[in-house]
Protein backbone atom coordinates (compact mmCIF):
# COMPACT_ATOMS: atom_id res chain seq x y z
CA UNK A 1 0.00 0.00 0.00
CA UNK A 2 1.21 3.48 -0.79
CA UNK A 3 0.62 6.07 0.95
CA UNK A 4 1.28 8.54 -2.84
CA UNK A 5 1.87 6.88 -6.02
CA UNK A 6 4.74 8.37 -8.22
CA UNK A 7 3.79 11.04 -10.16
CA UNK A 8 4.99 11.08 -13.78
CA UNK A 9 2.54 13.60 -15.02
CA UNK A 10 4.72 16.65 -16.72
CA UNK A 11 3.91 19.76 -15.31
CA UNK A 12 2.54 22.69 -17.53
CA UNK A 13 -0.08 20.34 -19.87
CA UNK A 14 -3.03 21.65 -21.06
CA UNK A 15 -6.19 20.71 -18.73
CA UNK A 16 -7.52 17.63 -19.35
CA UNK A 17 -4.10 16.14 -21.15
CA UNK A 18 -4.98 12.39 -20.34
CA UNK A 19 -1.77 10.76 -18.62
CA UNK A 20 -1.81 7.39 -16.89
CA UNK A 21 -0.45 8.18 -13.53
CA UNK A 22 -0.37 4.37 -11.72
CA UNK A 23 1.07 1.14 -11.18
CA UNK A 24 -0.37 -0.86 -13.52
CA UNK A 25 0.75 -0.04 -16.73
CA UNK A 26 0.79 -3.85 -18.72
CA UNK A 27 -2.79 -4.21 -17.63
CA UNK A 28 -4.37 -4.46 -20.97
CA UNK A 29 -7.67 -2.65 -21.24
CA UNK A 30 -11.00 -4.61 -21.70
CA UNK A 31 -14.67 -3.63 -22.09
CA UNK A 32 -17.31 -5.91 -20.25
CA UNK A 33 -20.69 -5.01 -21.04
CA UNK A 34 -23.93 -6.44 -18.99
CA UNK A 35 -27.37 -5.40 -20.50
CA UNK A 36 -30.11 -5.98 -18.53
CA UNK A 37 -34.01 -5.67 -17.64
CA UNK A 38 -36.67 -7.36 -15.39
CA UNK A 39 -37.52 -9.95 -18.43
CA UNK A 40 -33.77 -10.45 -19.62
CA UNK A 41 -29.64 -9.83 -19.35
CA UNK A 42 -27.17 -9.94 -22.17
CA UNK A 43 -23.35 -10.19 -21.31
CA UNK A 44 -20.79 -9.03 -23.62
CA UNK A 45 -17.06 -8.68 -24.33
CA UNK A 46 -16.86 -5.10 -26.56
CA UNK A 47 -14.07 -5.18 -28.72
CA UNK A 48 -14.64 -1.88 -30.36
CA UNK A 49 -16.04 1.39 -28.09
CA UNK A 50 -18.11 1.97 -31.07
CA UNK A 51 -20.25 -0.75 -30.04
CA UNK A 52 -21.16 1.38 -27.23
CA UNK A 53 -23.47 3.84 -28.82
CA UNK A 54 -26.08 1.58 -28.80
CA UNK A 55 -26.30 1.57 -25.28
CA UNK A 56 -27.66 5.10 -24.97
CA UNK A 57 -30.62 4.18 -27.03
CA UNK A 58 -31.62 1.31 -25.38
CA UNK A 59 -34.74 0.72 -22.80
CA UNK A 60 -32.49 -1.84 -20.89
CA UNK A 61 -30.07 -0.81 -17.91
CA UNK A 62 -26.14 -1.27 -19.32
CA UNK A 63 -23.11 -1.53 -16.64
CA UNK A 64 -20.01 -1.15 -19.11
CA UNK A 65 -17.40 -1.85 -16.72
CA UNK A 66 -13.37 -1.25 -18.19
CA UNK A 67 -10.51 -2.33 -17.17
CA UNK A 68 -7.12 -0.99 -17.14
CA UNK A 69 -6.65 2.25 -17.67
CA UNK A 70 -3.11 2.58 -19.38
CA UNK A 71 -4.89 2.59 -23.03
CA UNK A 72 -5.24 6.58 -23.26
CA UNK A 73 -7.39 6.18 -26.68
CA UNK A 74 -10.01 3.49 -25.61
CA UNK A 75 -10.67 5.78 -22.58
CA UNK A 76 -10.71 8.95 -24.38
CA UNK A 77 -13.46 7.16 -27.13
CA UNK A 78 -15.50 6.33 -24.77
CA UNK A 79 -15.57 9.67 -22.99
CA UNK A 80 -16.53 11.25 -26.79
CA UNK A 81 -19.51 8.44 -27.04
CA UNK A 82 -20.62 9.36 -23.47
CA UNK A 83 -19.95 13.39 -23.63
CA UNK A 84 -17.81 12.98 -20.63
CA UNK A 85 -15.84 16.41 -19.84
CA UNK A 86 -11.83 15.91 -20.69
CA UNK A 87 -11.29 17.06 -17.01
CA UNK A 88 -13.20 13.65 -15.66
CA UNK A 89 -11.43 11.89 -18.76
CA UNK A 90 -7.95 13.32 -16.74
CA UNK A 91 -9.22 12.06 -13.40
CA UNK A 92 -10.31 8.80 -14.38
CA UNK A 93 -6.79 8.12 -15.71
CA UNK A 94 -4.82 9.17 -12.93
CA UNK A 95 -5.32 6.63 -9.97
CA UNK A 96 -3.87 8.69 -7.28
CA UNK A 97 -7.35 11.14 -6.57
CA UNK A 98 -8.97 10.53 -3.09
CA UNK A 99 -12.57 10.38 -3.34
CA UNK A 100 -15.24 12.47 -4.41
CA UNK A 101 -17.92 13.17 -6.11
CA UNK A 102 -19.05 15.74 -8.67
CA UNK A 103 -22.55 16.29 -10.31
CA UNK A 104 -23.10 17.27 -14.68
CA UNK A 105 -26.07 17.75 -16.48
CA UNK A 106 -26.80 14.53 -17.93
CA UNK A 107 -24.41 11.99 -15.53
CA UNK A 108 -22.59 12.13 -12.25
CA UNK A 109 -18.94 11.03 -11.71
CA UNK A 110 -17.62 9.64 -8.31
CA UNK A 111 -14.00 8.05 -7.16
CA UNK A 112 -14.44 5.61 -4.66
CA UNK A 113 -11.45 3.56 -2.97
CA UNK A 114 -11.72 -0.03 -3.04
CA UNK A 115 -10.15 -1.49 -0.70
CA UNK A 116 -8.50 -5.71 -0.08
CA UNK A 117 -6.10 -7.15 2.29
CA UNK A 118 -3.40 -10.01 1.35
CA UNK A 119 -3.34 -12.09 4.44
CA UNK A 120 0.14 -12.97 3.44
CA UNK A 121 1.67 -9.88 3.22
CA UNK A 122 -0.20 -8.41 5.64
CA UNK A 123 -1.12 -5.42 3.77
CA UNK A 124 -3.84 -3.81 2.71
CA UNK A 125 -4.37 -2.91 -1.28
CA UNK A 126 -5.70 -0.18 -2.60
CA UNK A 127 -7.41 0.51 -6.28
CA UNK A 128 -9.41 3.58 -7.25
CA UNK A 129 -12.64 2.76 -8.92
CA UNK A 130 -14.79 5.63 -10.95
CA UNK A 131 -17.94 5.44 -11.52
CA UNK A 132 -19.69 7.85 -14.22
CA UNK A 133 -24.04 7.60 -14.00
CA UNK A 134 -26.07 8.73 -16.59
CA UNK A 135 -29.65 8.50 -16.76
CA UNK A 136 -29.72 4.62 -18.29
CA UNK A 137 -26.24 3.30 -17.81
CA UNK A 138 -23.35 3.36 -15.31
CA UNK A 139 -19.96 2.99 -16.47
CA UNK A 140 -17.17 1.70 -13.85
CA UNK A 141 -13.30 2.08 -14.67
CA UNK A 142 -10.82 -0.14 -13.43
CA UNK A 143 -7.25 -0.25 -12.57
CA UNK A 144 -7.08 -4.24 -12.74
CA UNK A 145 -8.96 -7.18 -13.07
CA UNK A 146 -10.55 -8.80 -9.78
CA UNK A 147 -13.00 -6.90 -7.93
CA UNK A 148 -15.97 -7.24 -4.83
CA UNK A 149 -18.47 -7.43 -7.16
CA UNK A 150 -18.85 -10.68 -8.42
CA UNK A 151 -21.90 -11.15 -6.02
CA UNK A 152 -23.65 -8.41 -8.09
CA UNK A 153 -23.03 -9.68 -10.88
CA UNK A 154 -24.67 -13.24 -9.78
CA UNK A 155 -27.61 -11.60 -8.79
CA UNK A 156 -27.94 -10.03 -12.01
CA UNK A 157 -27.93 -13.10 -13.29
CA UNK A 158 -30.41 -15.34 -11.29
CA UNK A 159 -32.34 -12.08 -11.09
CA UNK A 160 -32.09 -12.37 -7.53
CA UNK A 161 -33.57 -9.36 -5.41
CA UNK A 162 -35.01 -6.20 -7.10
CA UNK A 163 -31.38 -5.00 -9.45
CA UNK A 164 -33.14 -6.18 -12.24
CA UNK A 165 -36.05 -4.11 -11.55
CA UNK A 166 -34.49 -0.98 -10.77
CA UNK A 167 -32.60 1.88 -12.76
CA UNK A 168 -29.26 2.46 -13.07
CA UNK A 169 -28.94 4.90 -9.89
CA UNK A 170 -29.69 1.23 -7.82
CA UNK A 171 -27.14 -0.62 -9.63
CA UNK A 172 -24.48 2.36 -8.62
CA UNK A 173 -25.88 1.78 -4.91
CA UNK A 174 -25.64 -1.70 -4.90
CA UNK A 175 -21.69 -1.25 -5.96
CA UNK A 176 -20.80 0.86 -3.24
CA UNK A 177 -22.95 -1.30 -0.53
CA UNK A 178 -20.39 -3.98 -1.94
CA UNK A 179 -17.47 -1.80 -1.46
CA UNK A 180 -18.02 -0.58 1.66
CA UNK A 181 -19.28 -3.99 2.92
CA UNK A 182 -15.82 -5.49 2.21
CA UNK A 183 -14.52 -2.41 4.15
CA UNK A 184 -16.09 -4.33 7.17
CA UNK A 185 -14.33 -7.81 6.17
CA UNK A 186 -10.65 -5.51 6.02
CA UNK A 187 -11.56 -4.20 9.23
CA UNK A 188 -12.06 -7.54 10.65
CA UNK A 189 -8.90 -9.07 9.67
CA UNK A 190 -6.93 -5.69 11.00
CA UNK A 191 -8.98 -6.50 14.46
CA UNK A 192 -7.56 -9.78 14.67
CA UNK A 193 -4.05 -8.63 13.60
CA UNK A 194 -4.37 -5.80 16.07
CA UNK A 195 -5.33 -8.83 18.98
CA UNK A 196 -2.48 -11.13 17.78
CA UNK A 197 0.02 -8.23 18.29
CA UNK A 198 -1.44 -7.29 21.21
CA UNK A 199 -0.91 -10.70 22.89
CA UNK A 200 2.45 -10.87 21.35
CA UNK A 201 3.53 -7.42 22.78
CA UNK A 202 2.47 -8.68 26.38
CA UNK A 203 5.09 -11.90 25.99
CA UNK A 204 7.36 -10.31 23.77
CA UNK A 205 8.10 -6.63 24.52
CA UNK A 206 11.41 -6.22 23.23
CA UNK A 207 10.51 -8.23 19.56
CA UNK A 208 11.93 -5.24 17.46
CA UNK A 209 9.64 -6.87 15.30
CA UNK A 210 6.77 -5.35 17.21
CA UNK A 211 7.72 -1.59 15.89
CA UNK A 212 7.37 -2.20 12.76
CA UNK A 213 4.09 -3.85 12.38
CA UNK A 214 2.47 -1.46 15.38
CA UNK A 215 3.45 1.58 12.72
CA UNK A 216 2.09 -0.99 9.62
CA UNK A 217 -1.47 -1.19 11.44
CA UNK A 218 -1.35 2.61 12.34
CA UNK A 219 -0.44 3.79 8.18
CA UNK A 220 -2.88 1.05 7.31
CA UNK A 221 -5.57 2.69 9.30
CA UNK A 222 -4.78 6.05 8.58
CA UNK A 223 -4.80 4.99 4.77
CA UNK A 224 -8.43 3.71 5.63
CA UNK A 225 -9.61 6.56 7.44
CA UNK A 226 -8.93 9.20 4.45
CA UNK A 227 -10.47 6.27 1.99
CA UNK A 228 -13.88 6.23 4.20
CA UNK A 229 -14.35 9.66 5.38
CA UNK A 230 -14.85 11.71 1.77
CA UNK A 231 -17.02 8.53 0.89
CA UNK A 232 -19.39 9.87 3.86
CA UNK A 233 -19.55 13.30 1.81
CA UNK A 234 -20.33 11.18 -1.56
CA UNK A 235 -23.02 10.15 -0.21
CA UNK A 236 -24.04 12.98 1.86
CA UNK A 237 -24.03 14.52 -1.42
CA UNK A 238 -26.64 11.84 -2.95
CA UNK A 239 -28.81 12.27 -0.48
CA UNK A 240 -29.28 15.96 -1.26
CA UNK A 241 -29.51 16.10 -5.26
CA UNK A 242 -32.67 17.37 -6.38
CA UNK A 243 -32.36 14.99 -10.00
CA UNK A 244 -34.13 12.41 -11.61
CA UNK A 245 -30.93 10.13 -12.42
CA UNK A 246 -30.95 9.41 -8.20
CA UNK A 247 -35.08 8.09 -7.86
CA UNK A 248 -35.99 9.37 -4.55
CA UNK A 249 -36.92 6.12 -3.11
CA UNK A 250 -33.06 5.07 -3.98
CA UNK A 251 -31.78 7.23 -1.55
CA UNK A 252 -33.03 5.37 1.10
CA UNK A 253 -30.76 2.56 0.23
CA UNK A 254 -27.95 5.32 0.17
CA UNK A 255 -28.65 6.91 3.38
CA UNK A 256 -27.77 2.70 4.62
CA UNK A 257 -24.47 3.08 2.89
CA UNK A 258 -23.63 6.28 4.87
CA UNK A 259 -24.86 4.48 7.95
CA UNK A 260 -22.36 2.08 7.24
CA UNK A 261 -19.66 4.29 6.45
CA UNK A 262 -20.50 5.97 10.20
CA UNK A 263 -20.00 2.15 11.60
CA UNK A 264 -16.94 2.20 9.76
CA UNK A 265 -15.32 5.74 10.64
CA UNK A 266 -15.80 4.58 14.20
CA UNK A 267 -14.17 1.24 13.99
CA UNK A 268 -11.22 2.85 12.71
CA UNK A 269 -10.81 5.10 14.75
CA UNK A 270 -11.29 3.18 18.10
CA UNK A 271 -8.39 0.30 16.52
CA UNK A 272 -6.59 3.54 16.13
CA UNK A 273 -6.64 4.60 19.64
CA UNK A 274 -5.77 0.76 20.25
CA UNK A 275 -2.81 0.35 18.27
CA UNK A 276 -1.46 4.14 19.59
CA UNK A 277 -1.43 2.73 22.92
CA UNK A 278 0.63 -0.27 21.95
CA UNK A 279 2.72 1.92 20.61
CA UNK A 280 3.04 3.40 24.05
CA UNK A 281 2.99 0.76 25.98
CA UNK A 282 5.80 -0.31 23.86
CA UNK A 283 8.03 2.86 24.40
CA UNK A 284 7.05 2.55 27.80
CA UNK A 285 8.14 -1.04 28.49
CA UNK A 286 11.32 -0.66 26.69
CA UNK A 287 12.02 2.85 28.69
CA UNK A 288 11.30 0.87 31.93
CA UNK A 289 13.45 -1.93 30.79
CA UNK A 290 16.36 0.18 30.19
CA UNK A 291 15.66 2.25 33.27
CA UNK A 292 16.24 -1.00 35.05
CA UNK A 293 19.18 -1.94 33.41
CA UNK A 294 20.66 1.38 34.04
CA UNK A 295 19.74 1.13 37.78
CA UNK A 296 21.54 -2.64 38.34
CA UNK A 297 24.83 -0.71 36.17
CA UNK A 298 24.44 2.34 38.37
CA UNK A 299 24.42 0.04 41.52
CA UNK A 300 27.18 -1.70 40.62
CA UNK A 301 29.53 0.56 39.50
CA UNK A 302 28.14 2.55 43.02
CA UNK A 303 29.88 -0.52 44.69
CA UNK A 304 32.81 -0.45 43.50
CA UNK A 305 33.70 3.11 43.05
CA UNK A 306 35.48 3.00 47.21
CA UNK A 307 36.35 -0.13 46.00
CA UNK A 308 38.32 0.91 43.75
CA UNK A 309 39.56 3.77 45.97
CA UNK A 310 41.14 1.20 47.95
CA UNK A 311 42.59 -0.82 45.68
CA UNK A 312 44.15 2.58 44.30
CA UNK A 313 45.71 3.80 47.78
CA UNK A 314 47.11 0.07 48.19
CA UNK A 315 48.48 -0.05 44.65
CA UNK A 316 50.67 3.04 44.59
CA UNK A 317 53.64 1.14 46.27
CA UNK A 318 54.81 3.28 48.43
CA UNK A 319 58.35 2.23 50.03
CA UNK A 320 57.16 3.59 53.39
CA UNK A 321 53.31 2.30 53.38
CA UNK A 322 53.10 0.22 57.33
CA UNK A 323 50.23 -1.86 56.24
CA UNK A 324 52.69 -3.21 53.53
CA UNK A 325 54.74 -5.06 55.52
CA UNK A 326 51.86 -6.45 57.89
CA UNK A 327 51.51 -10.23 57.74
CA UNK A 328 47.13 -9.71 57.62
CA UNK A 329 46.93 -6.73 55.61
CA UNK A 330 45.75 -8.37 52.61
CA UNK A 331 43.18 -10.46 54.11
CA UNK A 332 42.15 -7.34 56.52
CA UNK A 333 41.96 -5.16 53.19
CA UNK A 334 40.00 -7.33 51.65
CA UNK A 335 37.55 -7.70 54.55
CA UNK A 336 36.72 -4.27 54.71
CA UNK A 337 36.24 -3.93 51.01
CA UNK A 338 33.52 -6.74 51.01
CA UNK A 339 32.11 -5.20 54.28
CA UNK A 340 31.94 -1.87 52.38
CA UNK A 341 30.18 -3.53 49.52
CA UNK A 342 28.01 -5.25 51.79
CA UNK A 343 26.77 -2.41 53.68
CA UNK A 344 26.41 -0.35 50.72
CA UNK A 345 23.81 -2.97 49.36
CA UNK A 346 22.07 -3.28 52.58
CA UNK A 347 21.98 0.65 51.99
CA UNK A 348 20.28 0.35 48.78
CA UNK A 349 17.73 -1.79 50.02
CA UNK A 350 16.53 0.00 52.79
CA UNK A 351 16.14 3.24 50.72
CA UNK A 352 14.69 0.20 48.18
CA UNK A 353 16.59 1.47 45.51
CA UNK A 354 16.79 -2.52 44.93
Known amino acids: MKIMRKQIKQPGLLP ?24 KIIETDVQNPEELIACLKKDTVSWINITGLNDLELIEKVGQI ?173 RDVYDHTIQIMDTVENLRDIVTGMLDIYLSTVSNRMNEVMKVLTIIATIFIPLTFIAGVYGMNFQFMPELRWKLGYP ?6 LSVGVSMLLFFRRKKWL
Open 332 to 337: LVLATM
Open 82 to 254: FEIHPLILEDIVNTDHHPKFEEYDDYYYSIVKMLTYNDQKKEMNSEQVSFVLGENYLITFQEIEGDVFDSIRERLRKNKGRVRRENADYLYYTLLDSIVDNYFLVLETIAEETEQLEDHLLIKVTDSSIMQRIHQLKRQLIFMRKSVWPLREILSSIDRLESDLVKNNSKLFF
Open 16 to 39: GTLVYVGDNEGVKSTIKLIDYNAE
